[in-house]
């Protein structure tokens, strides 16, 4: 075992009044999957850049090859084959997977596409990846764009394979084809190191895991050696009693009722949501859950249906009618679709009731700060102050942020698509025990999620969509891991 | 102070600190300068520049372009002396029918790059060919000269020791910053520019926001072009074109970022006085207007330039900066 691939020791960065990495010497072994786990902010995506050359450590050295650098440079990294899998894929769009997958690579000067196909097919098939070289990269899912990732590192002959939070946009079976190639990965004496905000898929995936906590090293263990709490105690320097708060609020009474929708990806869906619910929304990526309410929201064009919404009929044609109806929608790309990045905490958290902040047209500056205050003190946003600007904040105050312009629209019924995705515990179980309050005081939310754990953990009704159309719905008592996933695979 | 508090400030005025420093620069270079009829000068002649960049930068904030804003000018220019000259119409009514053409063209503008879902800057580009295309029709390539009087005064008059064209700088400056920072619609601007996804799911009709602010483009438009023309004493179609130029270019010189959300009419300002001290200043000491196409572009790189370093910085800042 005690085979070292790259180790490092004492690596220390500075940045301006922040130290993000502090003396942290970590030993990696030859084929082995080793996880780096951490909350948000605990110094991981530093680590991988200072391991891949993209930023300079301050103090420290990488050791490598039985080398020994100072400072890394990508050039160095790669030249001992160190490969790194972003969560932002490093593709060209434009180009067809053989092109991306042969890019960099030499040629006898003339480009051979019979030949790179080839390669690519070669490269693919130990490891049954069925993408077509031909496809653009455009054209193909985020899972497959990722094979497309992964077999290009292979084709460099990759030593160790950086992951960053692979399995964050990919549904169960194509996390499981991801497993199958880590094991495969793992046989060539690969060494894969993995980040991961999902406990469950350490302990199937995973020999180590190492532990931080604010740019420090905390622990490394066997993975085989702990548990879930444990680690998760590690990861905060707390234990978290309960992870999902319990309730039991739900009324009779139907709040929104979808007739027959028809979308861009959706065929004849209906479904009830009742006052105080929360109805969990699971299917695999591509199943039309997002639009399925984008177009309940009006984000989309939908194509036929009715909503009711408390028993009247509503027509819905843009975002402002949804929120002026009392839908409320928390998207699933808080980046691209729920902040302001150069704007203010303030400024975002009152975008959608600039209205009602207002008299006639002049905005009321003391209301909108009194509003962000009182949010940012409910959600407990960790900034500085609500002048900061949102780019700023780390992923999951960003989120909060979302949550609380959502909030401050006042909506009866609320939409989360992918509430907690990346980020970290804290946080997450703070935005639980949020939507557990929000039910409590007679508000419904409807959560899409592809985390089966807090699908389970926090719906009181899970509807499982399959290519567009409702396969199935599970009520509390019936929903486990296994049924879902039986309701969501396509036949 | 400490060295980090004049950076901040320094930073935070780097612009006026540019036009201050170019002020002095000429003034030592040339005796006739610094004199008050000078600078005032330095402003009338800018104040049509003036308010047809504000109007674009509200465009530019809002995620847009607009390269058709000199030939919007050249359009109502020519109408305005039309109306004046061919037509005897009453000057206020003029004033009225100028601003609502300007209005209507920018209304096409925004109207088209909602219905077509093409970038402004496309659309401004074909409909730049199209106004002028009108313009010349509409003067028949002949210059409408001896203008009224009483219509001169917007350019040429002064009320006190102030010129008219300054106090109608000041106004518009007023009420724009008003409504930019003060006002809810203000607030839709940025918010379309800043991030149009995410603007319309909380509820903004981005649409509308892009089409007014079109619209207000072109009155300013036509706002600018009346006080250009009053200020010639004549009209004709070749009156206006290249605004969109100097417009852009002190758009960006004055912080409005190319991509939108962000800017301020204060910028704006700054940035056209910016060009027009350049302008002036150099004609002072004997450089040609050929040598002055070189600074300006010169200027508009580093301007450019300067914006992505500060933008770069600051990300870098964005992945240093944990909070606590």
């Known amino acids: ?78 030249g001992h084959g160190i490969e790194v899998i972003y969560q932002e894929y490093n593709l060209i769009n434009s180009l067809t997977v053989a092109e991306n997958i042969c890019l960099g690579a030499k040629s006898k000067g003339l480009v051979n596409y019979r030949e790179m196909e080839r390669i690519t097919n070669d490269i693919f098939m130990p490891y049954h990846i069925n993408i077509d070289p031909k496809a653009l990269v455009r054209d193909l899912t985020p899972a497959h764009q990722q094979l497309v990732e992964i077999a290009k590192a292979i084709s460099k002959e990759a030593k160790i394979i950086i992951m960053d939070e692979p399995t964050a946009q990919l549904t169960m079976a194509e996390v499981e084809h991801l497993y199958d190639i880590i094991r495969t990965l793992k046989k060539k004496n690969v ?44 990861m905060v320097g707390r234990e978290l009693t309960e992870t999902y708060p319990k309730r039991d609020c739900v009324k009779e009474e139907v709040v929104l009722d979808v007739k027959n929708i028809y979308g861009f990806k959706n065929e004849n869906v209906s479904f009830q949501l009742h006052k105080g619910e929360i109805l969990g929304f699971s299917g ?69 009731n600039i209205k009602a902040l207002s008299k006639k047209f002049i905005v009321n500056d003391k209301k909108v700060e009194e509003q962000a205050k009182h949010y940012s003190k409910r959600l407990n946003i960790k900034t500085p102050s609500i002048l900061q600007k949102v780019g700023n904040l780390s992923g999951g105050n960003q989120q909060k942020v979302v949550l609380a312009k959502v909030l401050a629209g006042n909506s009866g019924i609320i939409i989360f698509d992918e509430p907690t995705r990346g980020i970290d515990v804290g946080a997450r179980h703070e935005i639980y025990t949020l939507m557990s309050e929000l039910v409590e005081q007679g508000k419904s939310i409807i959560m899409i999620s592809s985390d089966m754990e807090e ?37 | 102070m400490n060295t980090a508090k004049v950076q901040k400030i320094f930073k935070k005025n780097v612009l006026l600190l540019i036009l201050i420093g170019l002020c002095l620069l000429f003034a030592v270079l040339s005796a006739n300068f610094l004199t008050v009829s000078n600078l005032l000068n330095i402003v009338k002649q800018n104040a049509y520049l003036i308010i047809a960049s504000i109007g674009v930068s509200l465009v530019m904030i809002s995620g847009g372009t607009d390269l058709s804003i000199g030939q919007l000018m050249s359009v109502v220019a020519v109408c305005t002396g039309a109306f004046l000259k061919w037509m005897n119409l009453p000057l206020p009514l003029v004033i009225i029918l100028a601003l609502l053409i300007g209005a209507i063209l920018g209304a096409f503008n925004g109207f088209v790059a ?142 409005i970022s190319f991509i939108g959300g962000e800017g301020e009419v204060k910028g704006v300002i700054i940035g056209t006085l910016i060009l027009g001290v350049l302008s002036n200043g150099m004609q002072l000491i004997g450089l040609g207007i050929y040598v002055q196409y070189v600074v300006k572009g010169i200027i508009l790189l580093l301007a450019i330039g300067y914006d992505t370093y500060q933008k770069q910085a600051k990300v870098k800042k964005v992945v240093s900066t944990k909070v606590k």
């Open chain 1, 1 to 78: 075992m005690e085979d070292i691939v790259l180790s490092l020791k004492n690596i220390t960065k500075r940045y301006p009044g922040v130290v993000a990495l502090d003396d942290v010497s970590i030993d990696f072994s030859r084929g082995e999957v080793h996880a780096l786990l951490g909350e948000n902010g605990a110094g991981k995506s530093t680590l991988i850049k200072v391991i891949s050359g993209a930023i300079e450590n301050d103090e420290g050295t990488i050791q490598i090859d039985n080398e020994t650098y100072h400072k890394m440079n990508p050039k160095i990294s790669r």
């Open chain 1, 191 to 234: 060494t894969i190191i993995f980040i991961s905000h999902r406990m469950e898929e350490l302990f199937t995936i995973t020999d180590r895991v190492t532990i931080m906590r604010d740019g420090t090293y905390v622990k490394t263990v066997n993975t085989s050696e702990t548990d879930r709490k444990s680690l998760i105690a590690l």
């Open chain 1, 284 to 352: 695999l990526v591509g199943a039309g859950r997002t639009e399925l309410m984008r177009a309940i929201f009006g984000a989309d064009k939908k194509f036929g249906g009715e909503v009711f919404i408390n028993g009247e009929k509503v027509d819905i044609k843009s975002p402002k009618d949804a929120i002026s109806k009392g839908i409320g929608l928390i998207p699933e790309d808080r980046k691209w679709q729920g902040c302001f990045l150069n704007m203010t905490i303030e400024w975002n958290i009152a975008i959608s």
């Open chain 1, 455 to 491: 699908l389970i953990g926090m719906s009181d009704r899970v509807i499982v969509l399959c290519e567009g159309k409702i396969s199935g719905e599970l009520s509390k008592e019936e929903f486990t891991q296994n049924q879902i996933l039986e309701l969501a695979s396509i036949n």
């Open chain 2, 114 to 255: 909602n219905l077509l879902k093409i970038h402004p800057m496309i659309v401004t580009l074909a409909t730049m060919t199209m106004f002028q295309g009108i313009s010349f029709l509409i003067s028949g390539s002949k210059a409408i000269y001896d203008l009224d009087s009483s219509f001169k005064f917007i350019g040429q008059g002064y009320i006190g020791p102030i010129p008219v064209p300054v106090i109608i700088v000041v106004v518009v400056a007023l009420i724009v910053d008003f409504v930019a920072k003060r006002t809810y619609f203000g607030r839709y601007i940025f918010a379309s520019g800043g991030n149009p996804e995410a603007a319309r799911l909380a509820g903004v009709s981005v649409k509308n926001i892009k089409l007014i602010v079109f619209i207000i483009c072109g009155a300013l438009g036509a706002l600018a072009s009346i006080v250009m023309v009053s200020r010639a004493g004549s009209a004709n179609s070749t009156m206006g074109p290249g605004t969109e130029f100097n417009a852009i270019t002190a758009c960006v010189l004055g912080g």
